[in-house]
């Protein structure tokens, strides 16, 4: 075949996505994500990370929202961007917030736990030496 000539059954047209199909899309890839089958999703559908990625910071500078089928997407306002990685921040220090307040509770039953096992071995009579 001649490099020149169209693939067989002629070019393809791109795929285009509704905003609506595209927040499905992150969504479904998110819950494939906490199975552990992201890359499956993936390529079940034929889309990309990158597409993930993108429509992920438009879906969290709300441009995505309120979207009718055909509308256009344009790029997210300043403010968006920035209520975007406020968000992304936020969610950040909540789930840090969450490993340390797990971390001192265990550390917290820890102590409470070795304070326990120290009375004990205090209030157990000593074995006398011969």
């Given at each position: 075949?001649?490099?020149?000539q169209p693939r067989f059954g002629g070019p393809t047209r791109r795929r285009s996505?509704?905003?609506?199909?595209?927040?499905?899309?992150?969504?479904?890839?998110?819950?494939?994500?906490?199975?552990?089958?992201?890359?499956?999703?993936?390529?079940?559908?034929?889309?990309?990370?990158?597409?993930?990625?993108?429509?992920?910071?438009?879906?969290?500078?709300?441009?995505?929202?309120?979207?009718s089928a055909g509308a256009k997407v344009g790029r997210p306002t300043a403010e968006?961007?920035?209520?975007?990685?406020?968000?992304?921040?936020?969610?950040?220090?909540?789930?840090?917030?969450?490993?340390?307040?797990?971390?001192?509770?265990?550390?917290?039953?820890?102590?409470?736990?070795?304070?326990?096992?120290?009375?004990?071995?205090?209030?157990?009579?000593?074995?006398?030496?011969?």
């Amino acid at each position: 075949m001649d490099a020149s000539q169209p693939r067989f059954g002629g070019p393809t047209r791109r795929r285009s996505f509704t905003p609506a199909q595209k927040l499905d899309h992150v969504a479904a890839y998110e819950a494939a994500l906490t199975q552990g089958g992201g890359g499956a999703y993936l390529r079940q559908e034929g889309l990309y990370s990158s597409q993930i990625t993108e429509w992920r910071r438009l879906r969290d500078a709300g441009v995505l929202a309120g979207k009718s089928a055909g509308a256009k997407v344009g790029r997210p306002t300043a403010e968006q961007s920035e209520i975007a990685r406020l968000r992304r921040q936020l969610d950040l220090t909540q789930r840090r917030l969450s490993t340390t307040g797990a971390a001192l509770d265990i550390m917290g039953k820890t102590h409470a736990l070795l304070e326990e096992i120290s009375k004990s071995a205090q209030d157990q009579p000593k074995p006398k030496k011969r």
